[in-house]
């Protein structure tokens, strides 16, 4: 929870708000760790899973399930990407929206433009160009969230379930590491979506809420939840493939494609380079911490 409201005290915060330098150097940190987890924690565990001695040699050991399941997400969250921004522009924006705008509009950075809380119909008061782009961040805002809830409820799961001290320690310090960044990393899509205060405490509350949810059937199905049978490890595995691929597809191409091809970036080297550390920082630190979880 502090992670994924640290963005919305920007407006206190002056150095943190979206057109500033920090705030992108902090979300490309924040994108890191999100890839990071997809490929160093998540889609690992699926491996495990699904290639356990537990499971039938054939097909379990026989095919990749994992890297076939995660590349069948990838794609899938493309569809959703791509068809959500279509619902939305054609349900949002007006019918008789100009193929055209003024070109001094053209050259505005929609992030030092000053789009106030749009809500709804008030996408109609902003140029296609603007709508188009805020329609973005709200589709980016709603994926991301949908990818982290599923791995955050597994992991939980997994947690609740487990009796052995020596791998809950250092779960708990790796989750409270890739929380805080992931929190961050999705608070800064809400706050770039400019969502209705309601909407941003739904978005906070089921971030926020999923691994305790997690934990807590985890605990209440010990008894008769067993980490290696079939069925779990291939629910488990399964659904952990799912959630790597929609994680690596957000974190590659909705947030750090998206801010490294943008103007902001591409008008700076010196910026640009520092996002990169930033990135390589956060996606390291993810990275180590698979060592003990």
């Known amino acids: 929870m502090v992670g994924v409201c640290l963005p919305f005290f920007s407006r206190h915060i002056p150095a943190l708000r979206p057109d500033k330098d920090l705030f992108i150097l902090v979300k490309a940190f924040a994108s890191g760790v999100i890839l990071a987890t997809g490929y160093m924690h998540v889609m690992p565990d699926s491996f495990d899973c699904l290639t356990s001695e537990c499971l039938p040699e054939n097909p379990w050991r026989k095919f990749p399930f994992t890297t076939f399941v995660a590349m069948l997400s990838a794609i899938l969250t493309l569809m959703v990407d791509s068809y959500a921004m279509s619902y939305y522009r054609k349900r949002n924006l007006p019918a008789n929206e100009p193929k055209t705008i003024d070109e001094n509009k053209k050259n505005v950075n929609l992030e030092t433009q000053d789009i106030g809380h749009c809500h709804g119909e008030d996408l109609f008061k902003l140029d296609g160009d603007n709508a ?146 930033a990135v390589l920082l956060g996606a390291g630190g993810m990275s180590l911490m698979a060592k003990w979880a």
């Open 132 to 277: 188009t782009q805020l329609l973005r961040y709200r589709v980016v805002a709603q994926v991301l969230e949908l990818g982290i809830v599923v791995h955050s409820v597994v992991i939980g799961l997994s947690m609740g379930a487990s009796d052995n001290p020596c791998t809950i320690r250092p779960l708990v310090a790796a989750l409270c590491f890739h929380q805080l960044f992931e929190g961050m990393g999705l608070g800064g899509c809400i706050l770039q979506a400019e969502y209705a205060i309601r909407t941003k405490a739904i978005m906070v509350l089921f971030f926020s809420a999923t691994t305790p949810l997690g934990i807590a059937m985890g605990l209440g199905l010990s008894n008769v939840y067993s980490e290696n049978s079939p069925t779990a490890l291939i629910v488990v595995g399964v659904l952990n493939a799912c959630s790597a691929g929609l994680l690596n597809y957000m974190a590659l191409v909705d947030l750090l494609a998206s801010d490294f091809m943008g103007m902001k970036l591409q008008k700076s080297m010196k910026l640009q380079t520092w996002a990169y550390i």
